[in-house]
């Protein structure tokens, strides 16, 4: 911990000089109104630096530098963006100890888990930039008296908006196809966490892209955001945060006919049939709870146990559950650090009484940890019922409901019944169940006998409230990019 903790003090001092300016047309800017606001550090409150407070000018002035960068970079032979991605790349490799170190500090995140997040974002830059030089290709489809021809055209500047999370990897997810596509991009992170974004964007910089093709402005979402998704020269919205942002980003869109992309919460089922592998689902379950801080759109925040496995299952997660380190995030053995911000900590905390007052039993955690900074314990409510409060609504936090089942449909109907619908996880040893399971339950993506594995050529994205759209493969070009056709008449 004080090797890290060295470590970060010496990266810090550049930030804390300049503070975190915009990075505009490939010029580090501060913000046209000359505001900042201060980015804490949510281990001990303390101010880490100040940060350019961008608004409606500095978004239009963004807007219009990708606008101009942008024939330039559609029309760049794919094979040359392919080589500045891979830089990019290279360059993400090159810092990921700082990238990894200043993305705890900023959110809280513990560093076993992000020691590799900046080396996924360099997998993000290299799968898509692999692909930039097919994203254009099409087909032939021959008529009696047409030769037509499709092909796929980037869309022009996007809008990538982030949220807090795990906002390295996130950036780099939108970002990378985007930029393989051949669209520029206006980048707004969130205003909990902009360090690493800044450090994102300075790499790709570094890495010799041209100017005015990646511009990143900091703000707030109801400023900076929002002049982003109104302003006209701004094609798509490609946004990651909640789904009720995601309705008023739609409808700020709405006059200038945005397309959008929104990947957005979740309350996702791990659903426990009495036939599993129950040590690896235990391993499971508590792993895409408890990691992450929780704070994970993916994670399970709803455990399905059938009844009759409910009690042993239980009294093993309690045991489990209270021996999860919770500590700094830069110590290597913390499992959970503080969660985001004071806004956050309230918020997850809040659900503590609501679980007491619904009538569930809180059988573990259910309590801030020490006195400084926004730390909690890990929580588990057991007792709960499908309509509880916190078995509805996306605590965000290391806090897992149970809810016990008698039988396969029973089963589905709770997994079904809430207005989320990202991931599920199914955990049964009858193929056959597997099969009928999957295919009723209403979720993007689902891992049978799995946590979440994340291929980056599969469908990413959720259904209901949880988004609109799928990301990696091939999908991801398919919001950046325009089909177009074309007939010759033979
Ligand atoms: P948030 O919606 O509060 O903020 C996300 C971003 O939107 C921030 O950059 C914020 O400044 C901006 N914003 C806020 N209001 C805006 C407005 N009116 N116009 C434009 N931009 C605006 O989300 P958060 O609290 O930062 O992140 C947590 C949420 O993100 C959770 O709901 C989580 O499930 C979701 N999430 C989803 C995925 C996914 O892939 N589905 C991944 C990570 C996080």
């Not at 994970?296 to 489990?320: G, K, N, V, Y």
Request: proline share 5%; charged share 20%; net charge negative.
């Amino acid at each position: 911990l004080a090797a890290n903790l060295a470590t970060l003090d010496a990266l810090l001092d550049k930030h804390r000089a300049s503070g975190i300016t915009n990075l505009i047309n490939g010029e580090a800017r501060p913000a046209a109104s000359g505001q900042t606001f201060e980015t804490t550090s949510p281990v001990d409150e303390s101010v880490i630096c100040t940060v350019a407070r961008g608004d409606a000018t500095d978004i239009d002035v963004a807007a219009q530098a990708a606008k101009a960068a942008f024939p330039a970079w559609r029309d760049m032979p794919a094979t040359e963006r392919k080589a500045i991605l891979h830089r990019i790349a290279d360059g993400i490799v090159a810092r990921a100890e700082e990238i990894a170190l200043c993305e705890c500090w900023d959110t809280g995140q513990a560093l076993r888990f992000m020691s590799k997040a900046a080396l996924r974002g360099a997998d993000n830059f290299r799968f898509f930039a692999d692909r930039a030089p097919s994203a254009r290709d099409g087909q032939m489809l021959p008529s009696p008296t047409l030769m037509n021809v499709t092909t796929r055209v980037p869309l022009g500047p996007i809008g990538v908006i982030t949220p807090w999370n795990t906002p390295f990897m996130l950036s780099t997810w939108k970002i990378a196809p985007a930029l393989a596509a051949g669209c520029t991009v206006v980048h707004k992170p969130a205003e909990f966490s902009p360090l690493t974004a800044r450090i994102l964007a300075e790499i790709a910089h570094d890495a010799g892209l041209p100017p005015g093709v990646w511009n990143l402005v900091n703000g707030l979402g109801e400023e900076a955001g929002r002049a982003l998704t109104e302003h006209p020269d701004i094609k798509a919205i490609a946004f990651v945060g909640e789904s009720k942002t995601g309705s008023m980003i739609m409808a700020q869109g709405a006059p200038t006919l945005k397309r959008v992309h929104f990947e957005l919460g979740g309350k996702n089922p791990v659903v426990v049939f009495d036939d599993a592998d129950l040590d690896r689902a235990l391993d499971a379950a508590i792993f895409m709870i408890y990691s992450l801080n929780g704070e994970r759109c993916t994670s399970s925040s709803r455990l399905l146990i059938h009844q009759d496995i409910a009690e042993d299952f239980e009294a093993r997660l309690i045991e489990r559950v209270n021996n999860i380190q919770v500590g700094h995030p830069l110590d290597p053995s913390t499992e959970i650090g503080p969660l985001i911000h004071k806004v956050h900590f309230d918020k997850v905390t809040s659900y503590f009484d609501i679980a007491r007052k619904d009538g569930a039993t809180i059988a573990a955690g259910g309590a801030r940890h020490g006195d400084t900074g926004w730390f909690v314990r890990p929580t588990l409510f057991t007792g709960a019922t499908n309509d509880m409060t916190i078995a509805q609504e996306e605590i965000f936090g290391p806090v897992l409901t149970a809810i016990r089942f008698t039988d396969e449909a029973e089963a589905l109907s709770i997994a079904n019944d809430t207005q989320y619908g990202l991931t599920a996880y199914v955990w049964t040893n009858d193929v056959t169940r597997a099969m009928r399971f999957t295919t009723q339950l209403e979720a993007g993506m689902i891992w049978v006998n799995s946590e979440n594995v994340r291929h980056l050529p599969t469908p990413f994205g959720g259904v209901k409230a949880s988004g609109i759209g799928r990301d990696g493969g091939d999908w991801s070009f398919e919001f950046y990019m325009e089909q177009k056709h074309i007939g010759f008449a033979t």
